[in-house]
């Protein structure tokens, strides 16, 4: 079995489920905790967008919105003051570039506020069932300990070689796979190697058992 299959088959069978936790109606409310999302979990996100969406339903609500009110119905989140500028920046380009319609092309809805390559990615995969990898923090140190890319490597770039690598069929569920893989057990500070399927095929645990073994 080639090591790519073996990384898809053990993440079949330990996250069979894997999806987008984010809670949301609608495509605006779908970007909107998108971008709220960063750097937070998506049950933080999914406790402050009820109020949020049931204050400022629509991109024209939203773009009209006072500053002070979006921080105070997103305060809990880390972030809040920039998240609630975008929020508000972003429904405005909506309404202004885009008359009232959020952009459904990967590059158009890069131009709105606060919405990187990895959003956008995101955002099409949740809408429309786009196929793509989208790069977060998890995906990105996933694949640069499996060997797919060095530490450091831009976000698309990495997005790039995962694609070349995985069949476009498993794009989405690899994306979601990646970040509760990255979540649960190939964490940022100490990864759980011995409970993890992966150990055969994974550059980053050869080369640590080999410092280790000096
Ligand atoms: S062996 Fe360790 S470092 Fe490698 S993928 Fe598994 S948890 Fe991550």
Redesign the pocket.
Known sequence: MAPSEVVLSYLKSRFPEAKCALVFHNDFECLCAIVMSAQTTDRSVNRVTPRLFSDFPTPAALAGAPLEKVESDIHPLGLYRSKAKNLIALSKAIQGTFGGTIPQDRSLLMSLPGVGKKTAGVYLIETKGVPAIPVDTHVSR?AS??GYAKIGTDPGRIEEKLERVFPQGEWIYLHHAFVEFGRA??HAKN???HE?G??GV?P??KKNLSTKGK
């Open positions: 996933v300990r499996l057990v190939c990864p759980v190697c993890c992966l150990l994974c980053y645990f």
